[in-house]
């Protein structure tokens, strides 16, 4: 299959039911499942690259977390969290996995849809049997979640794609090295038009609120049940740093190989938070590790 097939599945929170969107890659007969998932204000459409290049060995299914893209909303934001992202997950891989017994789920997943991996991932009798943890760790910082969520609440309306476009690509500099194509795929990925004609981002406002919600004491205590999470992890994982990244730092990542599932680490030059795997060369370190029969 060249190109996904999309697909949804109806969720169900504390609010009420919605809707998750999924692209779907691959052979869906394919016993071997790749699930992508992507970082707090991004969508599905990352993958497409790693997606296409990895679809002959796995089913890849890539779905647009709730409150993103072509996913529902949740008519209370405040649980927009780990939690009922992990549930979510949950409900897309018994729609998924109609043979459990006989197939293998693996895990990829970009800053936030890394953290729902662990959460996943620590589980008992999980199903995921390899991780991929990109540019995410369980350390945690306030300030930076009060930025996030002074970032992703601002309600921007832009007069043109062009606009629109610029902005995707000036907050997202971090990411590294990008053709204009590139660029543009990204900002499109991200921006619908309004029936006004304005360009807006394409997720639910009400993200913002958990994030700012958060205290110190609130983000400290998160960050030892993440620890807790990561500890409890027993599959193969690997650890993707940006080199240049400000949210995974290299201490963190260290002490990441050192307990836990003790990860593999491999770091990212010219990059900073999150590596977007769009590249030859990120792809190809993803399917050696995805590969690989042992660690």
């Excluded at 009420?16 to 071997?32: C, F, I, K, S, T």
């Excluded at 009060?146 to 309306?157: A, K, S, T």
């Amino acid at each position: 299959m060249s190109e996904p097939v999309i697909r949804s599945v109806q969720c169900i929170s504390m609010a009420g039911l919605h809707r998750m969107a999924y692209q779907e890659w691959g052979d869906p007969d394919n016993p071997d499942v790749l699930v992508c998932v992507h970082g707090v204000t991004r969508v599905s459409d990352d993958f497409d690259n790693l997606a296409r290049a990895l679809s002959g060995d796995f089913r890849v299914v890539c779905p647009d977390v709730v409150g993103r893209g072509r996913s529902g909303r949740l008519r209370n934001p405040e649980l927009y969290r780990v939690p009922q992202y992990v549930a979510d997950m949950v409900t897309l891989l018994a729609r998924v996995l109609a043979d459990g017994e006989k197939q293998t789920v693996s895990w990829f997943g970009t800053s936030m849809g890394g953290l729902i991996g662990m959460g996943l991932a620590s589980l008992p009798d999980s199903p995921i049997e390899r991780l991929v943890l990109n540019d995410i760790g369980p350390v945690l910082d306030w300030a930076a979640l009060r930025r996030i969520g002074d970032y992703i609440g601002q309600d921007l309306r832009f007069p043109t794609f062009a606009a629109g476009a610029q902005f995707v690509r000036d907050v997202s500099a971090s990411f590294g090295s990008h053709t204009e194509e590139e660029w543009t795929k990204m900002a499109r990925d991200v921006l619908r038009q309004e029936p006004d004609g304005a360009w807006v981002r394409h997720y639910d406002m009400g993200l913002a609120l958990p994030f700012r919600a958060a205290t110190p004491e609130s983000v400290a205590a998160d960050e030892q049940l993440m620890w807790a999470a990561y500890d409890a992890i027993r599959c193969p994982t690997l650890v993707v740093r940006g080199a240049e990244s400000d949210l995974l730092s290299p201490a963190t990542a260290q002490a990441m190989t050192q307990r836990g599932p003790r990860a593999a680490l491999a770091e990212i030059a010219g990059t900073g938070h999150a590596p977007t795997f769009m590249h030859d060369d990120q792809i190809a370190l993803a399917r050696e590790f995805l590969l690989r029969r042992s660690i």
